[in-house]
């Protein structure tokens, strides 16, 4: 394994996307050419159903080891300002659709959504949903909640609104690790929240550690995986750290090069989370998720329904994403498109009336068709290609994996081995048109391991 760790950790995407931002070719995108895609979605899929992902960007402290688009601030007066926009963008997008739209999913995320007030939060949901209608049978709302600030109100008001799916940010419990990356959250306030959102009914609540972090060690991620445990969460997400700080600068020189692990090092934490977790009876969910069996991540890998998005696995079920607020990414399937990624701007272009796009992609033929195999990959570990022409050229790129027993062909099935699940990020590469003949990758991505 040692070997094949330091042959295979190469800076490579986490596939969140296909193309990957820094290869999006529209970095000028125009609302025209979006909304273009938008409706070429609607005329492919014949379907008005439509997932909504709200970026909520204020946080009252900043972690170093951050890398969203968030604001720091303790001024709350900048929460109604805030609501207000994202309520106009949503009203120009009802304006450029020309039917009404269906809500399947909706997701909080930020930032921190839980820095606005309850009634805030109420006030922007009830407003959207009066726009549109909601799935009568198959919808899930979830959002992200920090434990420092999740109010009993909070869970009170998102659950009365349809939410029954929380992700509670923990990282880890050690408390050198949670200086080191400046947040400090206690076990017992977790465990307040964790309760009252059960007491409530939230059916679906996810803890979120992060391995890889400044100073941990292996100790440090096993006492993390044993508190977990004490609350056995229905899902819990194991990120891999991923230190970018050319993208994400001040926020991370918290701490010095020297602290965080690295190769074997960095791996043995995973791998000491994964075995207790799964003792513990959970199963893994494509590459850094674990789930109880009852939960709906495991039965959307069962029924072979797991999609993977900017927000990572999900169980997405409808071909179209609409980000609201600052920063967020829409997807049609043919087209990517980001919203300005400052307060300011974001909220200055809603306000005249436009969709605040500033960059973004449109997916050629090619693109779809990589884009579904590398999704293939990612969620389920195997594809299948059925063009010739792709499978010779794969089966040379991929040649070296074959041989040291990672992956494997069959006929024109593609399969990642249980041994090659840790690579899985090096097997996808082998599609990215981005990435040939550009071996050097240092400043686009974090370690592939
Ligand atoms: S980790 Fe969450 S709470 Fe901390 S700065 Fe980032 S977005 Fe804000």
Known sequence: MSNLIQKYNVPGPRYTSYPTVP????????????????????????????????????????????GCHKRITKNHAVESPYIDAVIEEWKTYLSVLDFKPVIRELHLGGGTPTFFQPSELKRMLKTIFSMADIHPDEYEF????????????????????GFRRLSLGIQDYSPVVQKAIHRIQSFEQVEKVHRKAKEIGYTSISHDLVFGLPKQHVSDIKYTVAKTLLLMPDRISLYSYAHVP?????????????????????????????TTLEKAGYLEVGMDHFALAHDSLVIALK???????????????????????????????????????????????????????????????????????????????????????????????????????????????????????????????????????????????????
Request: glycine letters at 6%; one cysteine or more; proline letters at 2%.
């Open 303 to 449: 029924n072979k329904q797991l999609h993977r998005n900017f927000m990572g696995y999900t169980t997405q079920n409808t071909s179209m994403m609409i980000g609201l607020g600052m920063s967020s990414i829409s997807d049609s399937w043919f087209g990517f498109a980001q919203n300005e990624k400052t307060v300011e701007t974001y909220i200055e272009r809603v306000n005249k009336g436009e969709i605040p796009v500033f960059r973004g992609h449109l997916l050629t033929e090619e693109d779809v068709t990589i884009r579904r195999h590398i999704l293939d990959l990612m969620c389920h570990f195997e594809t299948e290609v059925t063009d010739k022409t792709l499978l010779v050229d794969i089966q040379s790129r991929l040649e070296e994996m074959v041989n040291d027993g990672l992956v494997v062909f069959e006929g024109s099935i593609i399969r990642i081995k249980e041994a090659g699940i840790p690579f899985v990020r090096n097997a996808c590469m082998a599609f990215d048109r981005d990435l040939i003949g550009k071996e050097q990758r240092e400043g686009l991505f974090s370690k592939t391991v």
């Open 246 to 274: 050319w993208v994400k600068g001040v926020g991370q020189r918290g701490f010095d090069e020297n602290d965080l692990p690295k190769n074997e090092v960095k791996r043995a934490l995973y791998e000491v989370a994964k």
């Open 23 to 66: 290869f999006w070719k529209n970095n000028d995108l125009k609302q025209e050419a979006w909304i273009q895609s938008i409706h070429t979605n609607f005329k492919f899929f014949n379907s008005n159903e439509i997932s909504i992902y709200i970026h909520l960007p204020f946080c009252e402290s900043l972690c170093t080891f951050c």
């Open 142 to 161: 979830s959002f992200e909640a920090h434990p420092n600030n999740t109010t009993d109100e909070h869970l009170q008001t998102l659950f009365d609104l």
